[in-house]
């Protein structure tokens, strides 16, 4: 299997709403990424877990909590978000033996901010 | 500030000639590129890398060309075909799980 899934394909929410994006992948991989890609543009890293501890936070607003529950799953949490949020957030997963690993991603989630 | 990107945002090649996309690069000590394809509604794929101690590496329809004296990548498609458009990004390795992604060139393959 060298999937990775991630759920919800679409999402829409208020600036006020709490929502939840997830990712998952059964390929033993033990680093998992979130990435942010705005309409015709490439896709930046946002957040970097490895052995399900938080190795890579690049600079993002507190408005997006991330979480590695196990090996298998990653979690995007959104809360106070921001129309400018809008964009597709894409998941991926990799080898964690430090040495450089292809990423597989996920299709990712399409986020509406209203 | 250092960046990775394309020359051409788009790109259109009539099906069966060879296709090459650019890279511009800046940051002389990355040692590991990667060129991903994207198709609509889904999330980038991997398609050949590289490393700095090489400079052409080639895998199926596919060569990825380094030249690190100007900091240039380029991917070279044989014989295009319709499957092939897509978006098409370079991507740096700037340290361990740090990948940073070009602008992305649209490949669009005419009948």
């Known amino acids: 299997d060298t999937e990775v899934t991630q759920t919800p394909k679409h999402l829409v929410m208020g600036m006020t709403n709490k929502k939840s994006l997830k990712c998952e992948q059964h390929m033993g991989h033990r680093a998992m990424y979130w990435y942010k890609q705005k309409a015709k543009k490439p896709p930046e890293l946002m957040f970097v877990?490895?052995?399900?501890?938080?190795?890579i936070n690049e600079s993002v607003p507190s408005r997006f909590s991330p979480e590695c529950p196990n090996s298998s799953l990653l979690n995007l949490h959104l809360h106070a978000l921001q129309p400018e949020d809008s964009a597709l957030y894409l998941c991926a997963s990799s080898q964690a033996t430090g040495e450089v690993n292809e990423q597989f991603f996920g299709p990712g989630t399409r986020l509406t901010v209203l | 500030g250092e960046s990775v990107g394309l020359h051409l945002p788009t790109l259109s090649v009539q099906e069966g000639d060879n296709s090459i996309i650019n890279c511009a690069y800046s940051n002389s000590a990355s040692d590991y590129f990667i060129w991903y394809k994207q198709e609509s509604g889904k999330g980038p794929q991997f398609i050949i890398d590289i490393r700095s101690n090489m400079d052409k590496r080639q895998g199926q329809r596919v060569t990825v060309l380094l030249n690190k004296t100007v900091k240039h990548l380029s991917l070279q498609i044989a014989a295009t075909q319709p499957g092939d458009s897509a978006v098409y990004f370079c991507a740096e390795n700037r340290g361990t799980y740090k990948y940073i992604f070009g602008t992305g060139t649209r490949l669009k393959v005419l009948a």
């Open positions: 877990y490895s052995y399900e501890k938080l190795s």
